[in-house]
């Protein structure tokens, strides 16, 4: 469990997180034209990726966009 643990922030910092790999797979089948995949039309999935606040660390090197658009 530690090693897990201790690995997830590199893989969070390299772009390889969990929540990464399931936004390309939306914005694949977006870009597709495709029907998104049910888990992406669940309101827990929705409730799950929605944040008013994002408190991330990053290197300097790295950018990031706002969670939200104002608004929302």
Same mark, same amino acid.
């Given at each position: 469990?530690?090693? &897990?643990?201790?690995?997830?922030?590199?893989?969070?910092?390299?772009?390889?997180?969990?929540?990464?790999?399931?936004?390309?797979?939306?914005?694949?089948?977006?870009?597709?034209?495709?029907?998104?995949?049910?888990?992406?039309?669940?309101?827990?999935?929705?409730?799950?990726?929605?944040?008013?606040?994002? &408190?991330?660390?990053?290197?300097?090197?790295? &950018?990031?966009?706002?969670?939200?658009?104002?608004?929302?």
């Amino acid at each position: 469990a530690w090693r &897990t643990g201790n690995s997830m922030p590199a893989q969070v910092l390299s772009g390889q997180g969990a929540e990464r790999h399931l936004q390309g797979l939306r914005q694949a089948a977006l870009a597709a034209g495709e029907p998104l995949p049910e888990i992406f039309l669940d309101p827990a999935y929705a409730q799950a990726t929605h944040f008013r606040l994002c &408190t991330l660390q990053v290197t300097p090197e790295l &950018t990031w966009e706002p969670p939200n658009p104002p608004g929302n």
